[in-house]
C-alpha cells in the first residue's frame, strides 16, 4: 500500500479501493492527500481536521486546505507589492 501511495496515480488508486469497500483511508494516506507533513499528522487528528477519513471528505478537506492555502499565497503576494 505505502509503495502505490507514494504516486499521484497510485494515490488514486488507494483512494478508489478504500471508496468501493467503504473503509476509511490509512492516516498516513489521508495526511499524504492533503499534503500534511508527517510530523504534523498528531497535531491535525488531535483538532479534528481527520476525524472522518472516508475517502470522500478526506478529498474535500483537502480541496479545502488546498483553497486556504492559495488564498494565503494570494494575499502574502499582495502585502509585499
Given at each position: 500500500m505505502r509503495f502505490?501511495?507514494?504516486?499521484?496515480?497510485?494515490?488514486?488508486?488507494?483512494?478508489?479501493?478504500?471508496?468501493v469497500?467503504?473503509?476509511?483511508?490509512?492516516?498516513?494516506?489521508?495526511?499524504?492527500?492533503?499534503?500534511?507533513p508527517e510530523h504534523s499528522v498528531e497535531q491535525v487528528l488531535e483538532?479534528?481536521?481527520?476525524?472522518?477519513l472516508y475517502p470522500d471528505d478526506v478529498l474535500e478537506a483537502?480541496?479545502?486546505?488546498?483553497?486556504?492555502r492559495r488564498e494565503h499565497d494570494e494575499r502574502y503576494e499582495e502585502k509585499s507589492r
Open positions: 502505490l501511495s507514494s504516486s499521484r496515480p497510485g494515490r488514486w488508486v488507494v483512494w478508489a479501493v478504500y471508496k469497500l467503504n473503509k476509511p483511508l490509512p492516516v498516513p494516506h489521508a495526511a499524504e492527500w492533503m499534503m500534511i483538532t479534528g481536521a481527520l476525524a472522518s483537502a480541496r479545502r486546505m488546498d483553497r486556504q
